[in-house]
């Protein structure tokens, strides 16, 4: 658990309150209490990374999401079509992470997360042609996504502010 901001917490107040009133209702104390706090749960431990690298690692995945795999964008569709849209996006999510985990780090530097998501991306096509096919061709599809990412989602080296690797 880690506290909150106080402005964080007075815009969580805020918000809430709007919603309860406009439901007829009232917060109670102890929900504003525990509008004050982040609760992250992970297998992580604790020696490994600080509460505030914990955050700020969630909320650069919360962003890559909104911007790169357009998360939070919906258009103005029946209901069924937007939650296949979002329900393939989700997919997607899940299966990106465990595509390019074994070639994060290679010899020649370090995968570009926004670059590896728009490699993934182009595979979007083939990987629906997979589905159709109930799986078959998947491994060969992912061992092209894993050849891709290296040639064209590497990070570029700067040399003024080099990256963490």
């Known amino acids: 658990m880690q506290p909150l901001r106080s402005s964080v917490v007075a815009d969580r107040w805020r918000k809430a309150k709007l919603n309860t009133k406009r439901r007829g209702k009232s917060c109670s104390q102890r929900y504003l209490d525990l509008l004050a706090w982040a609760l992250f749960i992970t297998n992580v431990p604790s020696a490994w990374l600080s509460?505030?690298?914990i955050m700020w690692?969630?909320?650069l995945i919360f962003k890559l999401w909104k911007s790169q795999a357009c998360l939070d964008e919906v258009g103005y569709y029946r209901l069924a079509r937007i939650l296949c849209q979002f329900y393939?996006?989700?997919f997607g999510l899940i299966l990106f992470p465990r595509s390019v985990a074994p070639c994060r780090t290679i010899p020649d530097g370090e995968i570009s997360l926004p670059k590896a998501i728009a490699v993934f991306q182009r595979f979007t096509l083939r990987f629906m042609?997979?589905?159709r096919l109930?799986?078959?061709g998947l491994a060969h599809l992912l061992q092209r996504v894993d050849d891709d990412f290296p040639c064209f989602a590497v990070k570029t080296s700067r040399r003024k502010s080099p990256s963490t690797l």
Do not use: C
Request: net charge positive; proline share 7%.
């Open 51 to 53: 509460p505030q690298q």
């Open 57 to 59: 690692h969630v909320e």
């Open 88 to 90: 393939s996006r989700l």
């Open 129 to 131: 042609d997979v589905m």
């Open 134 to 136: 109930r799986g078959r």
